[in-house]
């Protein structure tokens, strides 16, 4: 709540369009009065959709700049539709970003959009100024990581101590690792840069760091990570 | 409520396979050849030695008991039931350590059964074999029955691996079994054609039979495909349907019921609050564990994320507060954890007394080699530690004091107007 003001007096100078995928449509309504009063919070709400092909129909039509798009949905779930719309996320004008908004915290959840392409992951219980800003900065291109996922992406890179091929792709800084453990602690971007005596642009990219190597490189620790753990 | 009455009323349907009703079974415990005495000396409340014994006799009847037995095994399905517990047949041939009694026992006795077979079988030609001729028919019926009873055995275990999830790295073993079984039922079959004619006709005889049964597969297969695919279907659908009717089942005890209490308490929106978060966190235990049941809080946890969640979950409860817990890792419990987790349930405690304001409370606990680290943080109003008067124990003594005579810090962060922050760091117990 702190940060609304902040919203507020960004607001009008940036922009992001949105479309809201999610099969609840009470729960689409709520986001929509949270944080769809496009000139307070600067976030316009372009389109909605319920199930998978409606929502490749409509973020093919409408183009957003973000889509924040639940984890189980009818018809194959969040990871169908990053799968789906993937050529969109790699365009180069204009690249369509996901932010996966859930009510599950289970990891198998968490990693498979992450994996499949989702620029962040944020709970429902997340407060609406906590939600624009998250919308905002992966309209950026930064990466919003919940505690919780954190806390997630923590455990797989520790529990693996096999040496990696690629020490420099594979593994997690020491910084990164600082970065991912005080967001799994609760802080906020802003607040680490404070502790760190960093800059908040660092946190992100550091933060974007850690997103590049989950998608990318660690698939195989990853992979060893949930079979072990019978999350696949 | 649909779901949950389509589930009652499903119930008198299954009825017959309710346990009380007593059927008879052919035991899969402990049983020789093909479990028939077991399940027939439980079924009729005998000893086994007994049943066997007159199976026995009967054999020697001109071979009664053997069709008797294999009539029995073919009819009778094979269950878990039987005769219970430890009886006195099986200790017979247990020389086995009581470390691996289950594994060896069955083994043995099949091993003393086989030779008791053989020996049979041998007195049994010995005294069939005055028909001059007659062993000309006594081999091939012999190896049929030899090689059927492998079979046959085979199929049990299948059934058997299907409910106990064993022998499934004995795979090859079975194959050579099945295959083995397959072998001997065939050469008894030549065997007899040769008898029967001559060999120079085996060729001829050997065309026809296959001629035959390909006549029958084209005719009879597609039907077969069809039946096994219905079957599966169906066994599917039921899956499903039980599946439904389970979660029907779960929603209506917990879900409906917390419902019905939260309409009760409307006014009272803390009520409402702590309802609705217990059930929460019941329901996404139930959905996302696998294998929890969601109500298995009787037991004491014995690692340090269950201890964490589980104290996370009792302030929760009981403040209304939600905390949002992180546990990174995770290590089996010590006395030094131990008194870890207390003076991290206080600062949870406190957090939510007096920081609950602010949004949830984070808790993070990471186990990173040696090293437990817990931080509970909290977005409050704050205050100064100093300024804490000397006469409130809980922060002082319940976190600071105990993490210090146990070997371990804490430290506390707070700013005022910035949230508190709780770090408890403890080493490990050395093995």
């Known amino acids: ?232 | 409520m649909p779901t949950a009455t389509s589930r009652a009323a499903g119930a008198p349907v299954t009825d017959p396979e309710e346990p009380p009703a007593r059927k008879l079974y052919r035991s899969a415990e402990g049983r020789m050849l093909g479990g028939v005495a077991r399940g027939l000396a439980g079924h009729l409340g005998l000893p086994v030695v007994w049943v066997r014994l007159v199976f026995l006799g009967l054999f020697l009847a001109d071979g009664l008991g053997a069709v008797l037995y294999a009539v029995f095994w073919i009819v009778v399905p094979l269950g878990v039931g039987g005769v219970g517990g430890v009886d006195g047949s099986r200790s017979l041939f247990e020389t086995a350590p009581d470390g691996s009694r289950r594994l060896r026992k069955p083994d043995k006795g099949q091993v003393f059964a086989l030779v008791a077979l053989i020996v049979g079988a041998l007195i049994f030609l010995a005294n069939v074999n005055m028909g001059s001729g007659a062993d000309r028919y006594i081999w091939p019926i012999l190896l049929i029955g030899a090689g059927s009873v492998l079979v046959w055995r085979q199929a049990d275990n299948a059934r058997r691996a299907q409910w106990m999830e064993v022998g499934r790295r004995r795979g090859m073993l079975h194959l050579a079994r099945g295959l083995a079984g397959v072998a001997l039922v065939g050469l008894g079959l030549a065997a007899f054609l040769v008898v029967r004619g001559s060999a120079a006709q085996l060729g001829n005889v050997l065309t026809a039979a296959i001629a035959v049964l390909t006549g029958i597969a084209l005719l009879a297969g597609p039907y077969l495909v069809r039946m096994t695919q219905d079957l599966s279907e169906e066994r599917l659908m039921r899956i499903r349907a039980q599946e439904r009717a389970e979660v029907a089942a779960h929603v209506h005890d917990s879900v409906l019921h917390t419902l019905t209490l939260i309409q009760r308490n409307a006014e009272d929106a803390g009520e409402v609050r702590r309802l609705a978060r217990a059930q929460e966190r019941e329901l996404r235990n139930w959905l996302y564990d696998p294998g929890g049941t969601g109500k298995d809080a009787d037991d004491e946890p014995t690692t340090l994320a269950d201890a964490v969640k589980r104290a996370a979950a009792e302030v929760e409860d009981k403040h209304g507060v939600p905390l949002e817990v992180v546990v990174v890792g995770d290590c089996p419990l010590d006395e030094k954890i131990t008194a870890q987790l207390q003076a991290a349930r206080e600062a949870m405690v406190n957090a939510a007394k007096y920081g609950g304001e602010g949004g949830a409370v984070q808790v993070f606990a990471e186990v990173e080699g040696r090293t437990v680290f817990v931080s509970v943080r909290d977005r409050g109003p704050g205050f100064d530690l100093d300024s804490v008067p000397e006469d409130r124990m809980g922060v002082r003594e319940s976190i600071v004091g105990r993490m210090r005579r146990n070997g371990g810090t804490a430290r506390l962060r707070s700013v005022p107007g910035g949230g508190t922050e709780v770090e408890l760091e403890m080493e490990r117990a050395g093995e």
Not at chain 1, 51 to 70: G, H, K, M, N
Not at chain 1, 183 to 212: N, P
């Open chain 1, 1 to 232: 709540m702190t940060e609304n003001t902040e919203v507020t007096t960004q607001g009008p100078e940036r922009r992001v369009r949105v479309v809201l995928v999610d099969d609840h449509r009470m729960f689409r309504t709520g986001v929509q009065a949270e944080i769809g009063r496009t000139e307070e919070t600067g976030v316009e709400v372009v389109g909605e959709a319920a199930d998978v092909d409606q929502a490749v129909t409509v973020i093919t039509a409408t183009r957003p700049e973000v889509v924040l798009l639940d984890v189980h949905l009818p018809g194959g779930g969040g990871v169908e539709v990053l799968r789906r719309c993937a050529p969109m996320m790699s365009a180069a004008d204009n690249p369509v970003r996901f932010l996966a908004l859930s009510v599950s915290d289970a990891a198998e959840d968490v990693i498979g959009v992450i994996r499949g392409g989702a620029r962040g992951y944020v709970t429902k219980t997340i407060t609406g100024a906590d939600l624009v800003d998250s919308v905002f900065r992966v309209q950026e291109g930064d990466a919003v990581f919940s505690p919780r996922l954190a806390g997630f992406v923590l455990d797989a890179f520790a529990s693996t101590d096999a040496p990696p091929v690629d020490e420099d792709l594979d593994r997690l800084t020491q910084r990164e690792r600082e970065v991912l453990r005080l967001i799994a602690r609760g802080y906020a971007y802003k607040e680490i840069a404070k502790q760190l005596f960093i800059s908040v642009k660092t946190v992100e990219s550091h933060v974007s760091a850690v997103l590049r190597k989950l998608q990318l490189s660690n698939r195989h620790e990853l992979t060893r990570w949930a079979t072990a753990r019978r999350l696949v």
